[in-house]
Nanobody, 117 residues
Framework: QVQLVESGGGLVQPGGSLRVSCTAS????????MSWVRQVPGKGFEWLSR????????AYADSVKGRFTISRDNAKNTLYLQMNSLKPEDTALYYC??????????WGQGTQVTVSS
């Protein structure tokens, strides 16, 4: 069955960096778009970034453009999100999702990122 497992979250100071990862299994990872989505407690979900199956042409939400970088290693079935210049408002639960024609059909369990001094 499809599984997505995020890791790498934690506590970081404002202005710091963190990289979260997502390991996929149960499907042909290299054939699918993948996205990162986050949820702030008590608020809705925010789409952050999408990457093509081959790894090119990433897209970003305005809120993270220039600070976050999405990438993937298809040989390792792994998706990454490098987050730089982190702000307190980036505090959220970060999910990786399988992006099937902009329908997020499978989600991981999420990894918590907290930006605080």
């Amino acid at each position: 069955q499809v599984q997505l497992v995020e890791s790498g979250g934690g506590l970081v100071q404002p202005g710091g960096s963190l990289r979260v990862s997502c390991t996929a299994s149960g499907f042909t990872f290299s054939s699918y778009y993948m996205s990162w989505v986050r949820q702030v407690p008590g608020k809705g979900f925010e789409w952050l970034s999408r990457i093509y199956p081959g790894g090119g042409s990433p897209a970003y939400a305005d809120s993270v453009k220039g600070r976050f970088t999405i990438s993937r290693d298809n040989a390792k079935n792994t998706l990454y999100l490098q987050m730089n210049s982190l702000k307190p408002e980036d505090t959220a639960l970060y999910y990786c999702t399988r992006d099937y024609y902009s329908s997020f059909d499978y989600w991981g369990q999420g990894t918590q990122v907290t930006v605080s001094s």
